[in-house]
């Protein structure tokens, strides 16, 4: 080993330790020093960007009660459905697909949603944003 790669090695170490040392004279914590055996200490940091709770659990709540309707639509509803929200095709593209008129498409679709929230009989009503959800609740394959 060179004297250069000596110097610069031990240099590189005395330089952590002395930030050790600055940070134990100051009082620094460590986020690691708070590490379970469940979590980690910088799980613990606050997400400005994550989304509240609440929005997590009514988003799982309804795309339950979705995934619970959705299985109890006819056939055709249901693949017309997967084909618009799960596949992204749009009305025009299945309305090709299908040589039936876009708007035949778009009325049997609308029927599709309304008569999924019937049969669910749930205390939940079609949100103004179903279509969000419908999306965000294809956007993990459901094992079909």
């Known amino acids: 080993m ?16 002395t930030l050790e040392e600055k940070d134990t004279r100051n009082g620094t914590v460590w986020y690691s020093d708070l590490d379970t055996e469940e979590t ?9 960007n994550a989304p509240a709770v609440e929005t997590v659990a009514v988003t799982h ?13 006819p ?3 249901y693949r017309l459905i997967r084909m618009l929200y799960y596949e992204g095709k749009t009305i025009r593209h299945v309305a090709q697909l299908l040589c039936l008129p876009t708007m035949t498409i778009h009325y049997r679709k609308e029927r ?10 749930s205390f939940v009503q079609p949100p103004v944003e ?5 999306r965000g609740f ?7």
């Open 112 to 121: 599709a949603i309304k008569n999924s929230w019937k049969t669910e009989k």
């Open 40 to 48: 980690l200490g910088e799980e613990m940091i606050y997400d400005p």
């Open 130 to 134: 179903l279509g969000l959800i419908v």
């Open 138 to 144: 294809f956007q993990t394959p459901i094992g079909l």
């Open 75 to 77: 056939e055709e509803d």
């Open 2 to 17: 060179t004297h250069e790669v000596y110097q610069a090695y031990y240099g590189y170490e005395r330089h952590l330790r």
């Open 61 to 73: 709540v309804m795309q339950k009660a979705l995934r619970k309707a959705l299985t109890q639509l």
